[in-house]
């Protein structure tokens, strides 16, 4: 078994003040990032009883890289975050579950503070290597392969799915792997890429092909997913002015008691002429539930087979640019089961200046209960960042 890491957080905390005092004629370096604060109001009703909760977050990230060479990169990228309010003192092991959450095989986390109001805690979700040359990219280390290529859901994303609820992580989760991809041409390209595991029933070892024909982006892959085998495939282009997405994934248990599993998600966007941006698409999920309810919707196990925690979904996304620095928008899933669950996603955003955003977001649920249609929690986010 490989040594886990967790001192590397501090060594990427003491590089910003050592990068910029070096000359700007000598940089061979980048350093971007942003400062976020987002406060969070919760209300339940009758789970199991009505509540209310505020929780504030305050999010900081560093992305750094460096070039060694023409070939050589490293990229290192640190996220910290402070937790305060309502659902950290009603969690006593709050920070024991903040640490557990996209961290890898190594252990490239720690948690800096933890008191029953507070838990501050620094994870390098971005830590990799990589050579580049000619026809020829490997890249070892913890990084994102994302071989998604559809809007909302991703059944191809095997190595680091991802939730859509999850908005405020724009970077979206890591793996710690080994990725070696060789570009056929200017729109096709061959990888295989492996997860870090200590055992092989842990481990994702796929490989994947794209090429285009017809005016369409496609892609095939397959491989072992911890402990099942996977066949997958996606595709992007147009239908006249309209683009057309859609991925699939077929997994297969490699122990008999296991059952097969398919995934399958379509989707359409349009910019219309007044600037309205429309996106319809469906997801089937053949592990998904019909009659779970909708609170589950933000705890649900999460994979490349289970994007969604419903056999059906179904959503419409719009956003509006109302002025230039004033834009709207709002995604709405619903699905055709038996308790109705709907999740409705309004979304404002207002540029205050250069490099600075204040956002609004609402998630809302509601499903089918045995005493009518409710809404048993609704969320209200405020968001301000700022970026430099």
């Known amino acids: ?119 501050v805690h620094s994870i390098l979700d971005r830590l990799y290597l990589e050579y580049a040359k000619g026809d020829w990219e490997l890249r070892i280390g913890r990084q994102r392969v994302n071989w998604g290529i559809s809007t909302i859901w991703n059944p191809n994303d095997v190595f680091n799915a991802f939730a859509f609820t999850d908005f405020d992580y724009e970077e979206r989760p890591g793996s710690d792997a080994l990725r070696v991809r060789y570009f056929l041409d200017y729109a096709s390209s061959f990888e295989i890429a492996v997860k870090a595991a200590d055992r092989i029933d842990e481990t994702v070892i796929a490989a994947l092909w794209k090429f285009n024909k017809g005016n369409y982006d496609f892609q095939i892959l397959t491989g072992l997913v911890q402990n099942e085998w996977v066949i997958g495939g996606g595709w992007a282009g147009n239908i006249k002015s309209a683009g057309f997405k859609g991925e699939w994934s077929y997994f297969v248990p490699l122990e008999e008691r296991g059952k097969n599993s398919f995934a399958l998600t379509v989707g359409l966007d349009y910019v219309f002429e007044n600037g309205i941006y429309g996106n319809i698409g469906y997801l089937y999920n053949s592990n998904g539930s019909t009659n779970a309810n909708i609170v589950g919707l933000f705890d649900f196990e999460l994979s490349a087979k289970n994007l969604y925690p419903y056999r059906h979904a179904l959503v419409l996304q719009a956003s509006y640019p109302i002025t230039p620095l004033l834009n709207g928008g709002a995604a709405v899933i619903y699905s055709p089961v038996d308790v109705h669950p709907l999740f409705i996603n309004p979304t404002i955003t207002y540029s205050i200046a250069n490099n600075w955003d204040i956002d609004m977001v609402g998630q809302i649920v509601m499903n089918d209960q045995q005493d009518g249609y409710k809404s048993p929690l609704q969320a209200i986010f405020l968001r301000l960042k700022w970026s430099f």
């Open 1 to 119: 078994m490989l040594p886990k890491l967790s001192i590397l957080p501090f060594i990427l905390l003491l590089l910003p003040s050592f990068l910029l005092s070096q000359n700007e004629e000598e940089k061979n370096w980048a350093l971007t990032g942003y400062l976020k604060n987002l406060q969070t109001w919760l209300f339940f009703n009758d789970f199991p009883q009505d509540a209310f909760l505020q929780d504030n977050l305050i999010h900081n990230r560093l992305n750094f890289t460096y070039y060694a060479s023409e070939q050589w990169t490293i990229r290192a990228d640190l996220r910290t975050r402070a937790f305060f309010g309502d659902l950290v003192r009603a969690q006593p092991n709050y920070a024991d579950l903040i640490d557990n959450v996209n961290n890898d095989y190594f252990d490239l986390s720690v948690v800096l503070l933890d008191r029953p109001s507070w838990v």
